[in-house]
């Protein structure tokens, strides 16, 4: 969700705790840290594309920071799509005890979108984003752009149903002013659902819905209860509403880069999940779903649970937000990697490939005084 203007926000309190190492990191020397196969440092790499803060920790304790200049380690950040990853940890817990089902129909857990163009799938297409919709994840769609009642909608459509309607753009009286509107207004695409990897935003936002409605309980308190408190985040975090007040867990979060490496390690050390649970999601999603799909060129990646699965070697969870933000998880070496950044291009492959890099360099450096 790109930038201004501001939408209102739910706060999520800071958990109470000890305090740990991540409290007090070590300077991390980015200057220092060569990244194989990049011929750049992590500095280069970080300053390159609006790196504003940096963690890397470990379970055995060891934590390293780097932050631009001007950077407040209390204040939180946007995460964008990380919340997507925090949503599927929600999302795997509510499966694991028996609160929600993969194979059951969107449209049995929610009456109200039988007969719309996700209804027909299942709760595990929404899960690893199969279902088939006639939309375009195009961030640099304009919003309000086109007619209310055409079937194809894209990113800017779903920007109008965030409350963001650009000042001086003409958006259709009738068109979706909510995100649950929007996802019932989601025409099915050309092909079945559960055959191809489609990347969407909405349909993370539906994740939230079923996940509600399956569970009982609202998306921040779950969030609250299941991932920040056993997580010990030691600073208060928000999340973005919608006009109806309903949190944006499609990528609405605001939190610290400290925070977020503390759930990477709760996750990393079983606290957040099973350990068979987190082995479900590094196996990764339908690799011929992922080849049919736009993203076919990440070799080795599929999708599972709202995370990007780099597949073998080791078992690792990387969630991605636009503008460069990265939450890594190596469950193998029990190591986190958080970055957020300021990016300008929402999209960027080459920024991508040197941030993916550059983590399983530090992951590879924490336990070497780096």
């Known amino acids: 969700m790109p930038g201004p203007p501001r939408a209102p926000e739910i706060r999520i309190p800071r958990a109470p705790g000890a305090d740990d190492a991540l409290c007090r990191p070590s300077d991390l020397d980015v200057d220092g840290l060569t990244v194989p196969g990049t011929g750049a440092t992590a500095g280069d790499v970080l300053r390159r594309w609006g790196g504003r803060s940096l963690v890397v920790a470990s379970l055995d304790g060891a934590a390293r920071e780097w932050r631009a200049p001007g950077i407040d380690p209390a204040r939180p950040q946007r995460c964008f799509s990380l919340t997507k990853s925090l949503t599927g940890v929600l999302a795997a817990r509510a499966v694991d005890e028996g609160l929600l089902d993969r194979t059951r129909q969107v449209s049995a857990v929610i009456p109200a979108l ?15 984003m199969t279902v088939s919709i006639a939309y375009d994840e195009d961030y640099e769609a304009t919003a309000g752009a086109g007619e209310a009642e055409r079937s194809f909608r894209d990113f800017g459509d779903y920007v109008v149903a965030l409350g963001f309607a650009p000042p001086g753009v003409a958006v259709d009286p009738t068109a979706p002013r909510s995100v649950r509107a929007f996802v019932g207004a989601l025409a099915q695409g050309e092909g079945p659902h559960g055959h191809v990897f489609q990347y969407a935003t909405p349909i993370a936002e539906l994740l939230v819905w079923i996940l509600e409605t399956s569970v009982g309980r609202g998306w921040i308190d779950l969030l609250r209860d299941w991932v920040w408190e056993p997580s010990g985040a030691r600073d208060a975090a928000a999340v973005q509403i919608d006009p109806e007040g309903v949190p944006t867990g499609g990528g609405g979060l605001a939190a610290t880069t400290r925070d977020l490496a503390r759930v990477g390690l709760a996750l990393a050390a079983g606290r957040l999940l099973p350990g068979p649970v987190l082995d479900r999601i ?17 070799e080795g990646y599929t999708y599972r649970d709202q995370w990007w699965i780099p597949g073998p070697p080791g078992r690792i969870l990387s969630g991605w937000g636009i503008h460069g933000q990265v939450l890594w998880v190596d469950l193998d070496h029990g190591a986190v990697v958080v970055i957020h950044s300021g990016g300008g291009d929402a999209s960027d492959l080459a920024r991508d490939a040197k941030q993916e890099a550059l983590c399983r360099t530090l992951v590879a450096a924490v336990g070497r005084g780096r």
Not at 118 to 127: H, L, N, P
Not at 289 to 298: E, I, N
């Open 114 to 128: 039988d007969g719309t163009g996700v209804g027909s799938a299942t709760v595990g297409d929404v899960a690893d």
């Open 282 to 298: 590094a196996i990764g999603g339908d690799p011929d779903a992922f080849r049919r799909s736009r993203y076919a060129k990440l």
